[in-house]
């Protein structure tokens, strides 16, 4: 089975804090996402890549930038933690393009409170 | 532009009862569809998906779902549901391009109660 490792599942940052979300696949996935849930709001796209060192903005990419310097790792970065970046965050990857026939794997999500 | 709508925020059900979740989706081309649940604290799941043939689909833990390409639909349904059932349900749709991202609906509460 694919595994998606996050490496933290819980975080307590202090605002103006640089925090970076990590994220390992283990089955050579070419594509990587990362989103955000929120409660009423589902899942948010933040950005996600289609390969190393590739990277394309979602729908919410304000805040957040990513790092994509392996092909099995998938960083997010939150140059200056602010309270209304609390939230849920999901790591995904897909070995085709919108997961094709396969959907995502996901990862374990990482809760992070920023305060 | 593809999007999801997932009618109900919550549903509540008794043990053993059947469940509907119900996903419309609008889409000018074609689509998979999939679905994924999330039990508490943890990621989502794959739990079925469409992709050609037939319109009814197995997945884990019993539940099916049924693609209606005219009403656009692919609704989520168990037969008898257990109280391990309770999660948060994800409808999601992706074109057959080369699109990269899922789109996802907002969810469904699932509540089975004893």
């Known amino acids: 089975d694919v595994k998606v490792t996050q490496s933290s599942r819980y975080l307590v940052k202090r605002t103006g804090e640089k925090v970076f979300l990590e994220c390992v696949q283990d089955?050579?996935?070419?594509?990587m996402f990362w989103y955000r849930q929120d409660p009423g709001l589902g899942l948010r796209l933040i950005y996600f890549?289609?390969?190393?060192?590739?990277?394309e903005k979602g729908d919410i990419p304000e805040g957040y930038s990513v790092s994509r310097e392996k092909k099995e790792r998938f960083s997010l970065i939150l140059e200056s933690a602010s309270t209304n970046q609390t939230s849920m965050y999901l790591c995904?990857?897909?070995?085709?393009?919108?997961?094709?026939?396969?959907?995502?794997?996901f990862g374990s999500g990482t809760r992070l409170t920023v305060v | 532009a593809q999007s999801v709508t997932q009618l109900d925020s919550q549903v509540p059900v008794f043990e053993e009862a059947p469940v509907e979740l119900r996903c419309n989706y609008s889409?000018?081309?074609?689509?998979?569809l999939f679905w994924y649940v999330q039990y508490p604290n943890q990621g989502l799941q794959l739990l079925l998906k469409?992709?050609?043939?037939?319109?009814l689909v197995k997945g884990i833990n019993g539940f099916e779902a049924e693609f209606n390409k005219s009403q656009t639909s692919f609704h989520l349904r168990k037969p008898s549901v257990h109280i391990s059932d309770t999660a948060e349900y994800f409808c999601?749709?992706?074109?057959?391009?080369?699109?990269?991202?899922?789109?996802f609906g907002s969810g469904t509460r699932l509540l089975v109660r004893p």
């Open positions: 995904a990857s897909s070995l085709h393009g919108g997961g094709g026939s396969g959907g995502y794997t």
């Open positions: 089955m050579d996935h070419e594509n």
């Open positions: 890549s289609y390969d190393v060192k590739m990277k």
């Open positions: 889409s000018s081309v074609s689509v998979y």
């Open positions: 469409y992709l050609s043939g037939s319109t």
């Open positions: 999601a749709v992706t074109m057959m391009d080369s699109s990269y991202k899922l789109i």
